[in-house]
């Protein structure tokens, strides 16, 4: 497709990027699809562990809200750092800017803090490392991306058949990265969902912290008002002779017997190459058998091409 008009901000409001190389074709790849790119990164600037210091990547965060020749404002990559923005950011600013902002991992603070403060729906999708910066993109990422945002619809599904309930249920969809929503439980900046659809995914977590974490949000009370929950993908652990059995499949059966509402599997989306774009906070559909599900999001956002 041409995308010609649309300009993209790249900011860092988390990591930095630790390799040059991948930054530039990065931004190669967004320009080779016709975009503009508008990097508000400087690699000279970042701090500690950072893309810059607090103040410098609030900055940049505003900065490209405020450039009238961006559409799309997305996250170099994650890490972590968002944390330190939350209570500095200028959420009505950023949700009035009409930006659409995409990216995952330690984004989820922000898309949440958006969320509860102003309604407004953002992007769990790539971001410019390592999704844009990959020797070879996938062209599921980069489908997905477009699709989602022109809109004026979108639909995910799983790509592998799951052993999942039968079911048919419409909400809020939401989520991410699950460490960071259950950092968020009992701060000012996780949104309260009732009848949602809540979609988690994490990496390099172990079966029993994803246990803990799922068990967090299911005692805070988060889970009991949701219709569904939506897992994504879960990689890059290890598994110890400590374990003597426990592995990830145990751990989805002990949860699915705890949890109030269906829990599917096989979201395409998380900390892997070929990830899906999901509109945060949008109104959606998910229908599912007992092989196959799809999710399909709509009243949200979308370029103006």
């Not at 950023?94 to 898309?111: R, Y």
């Not at 993109?137 to 599904?157: E, K, N, R, Y």
């Not at 229908?287 to 956002?301: A, E, F, K, V």
Request: proline share 6%; charged share 15%.
């Amino acid at each position: 497709m041409s995308n010609n008009k649309i300009g993209i901000a790249i900011v860092a409001p988390a990591g930095f990027a630790p390799d040059p190389a991948a930054l530039q074709r990065g931004i190669a790849a967004l320009e080779a699809q016709g975009c503009r790119v508008h990097n508000y990164y400087d690699p000279a600037e970042k701090f500690q562990r950072f893309g810059g210091t607090d103040a410098a990547r609030l900055a940049q965060f505003h900065a490209a809200a405020a450039d009238p020749e961006v559409q799309i404002v997305m996250a170099l990559r994650g890490g972590y750092g968002l944390s330190r923005l939350l209570p500095v950011l200028d959420y009505n600013l950023l949700a009035e800017s009409g930006k659409l902002f995409v990216g995952h991992s330690d984004l989820t603070a922000f898309q949440m803090a958006l969320l509860k403060h102003t309604g407004a729906v953002s992007f769990s999708g790539p971001m410019l490392c390592d999704d844009f910066a990959r020797e070879a993109p996938s062209d599921f990422m980069c489908g997905q991306f477009w699709q989602c945002l022109i809109g004026p619809t979108h639909a995910v599904t799983n790509l592998i058949p799951q052993n999942n309930p039968a079911l048919e249920v419409s909400g809020t969809l939401w989520g991410g990265n699950l460490t960071m929503l259950t950092h968020l439980v009992g701060t000012p900046y996780m949104p309260q969902v009732d009848g949602g659809i809540l979609f988690v995914e994490d990496v390099s977590e172990h079966p029993y912290r994803v246990e803990r974490m799922l068990l967090q949000l299911l005692y805070s009370g988060v889970l009991a008002r949701q219709k569904a929950v939506l897992l994504g993908d879960f990689s890059n652990y290890r598994l110890g002779d400590f374990d003597n059995g426990y592995d990830f499949d145990a751990m989805l059966a002990y949860f699915r017997a705890q949890s109030p509402v269906p829990v599917l599997t096989g979201l395409p989306f998380g900390h892997v190459r070929d990830k899906a774009t999901l509109a945060v906070g949008c109104q959606a559909t998910l229908r599912s058998d007992t092989q196959n599900w799809q999710l399909t999001m709509r009243g949200y956002p979308v370029l103006e091409c």
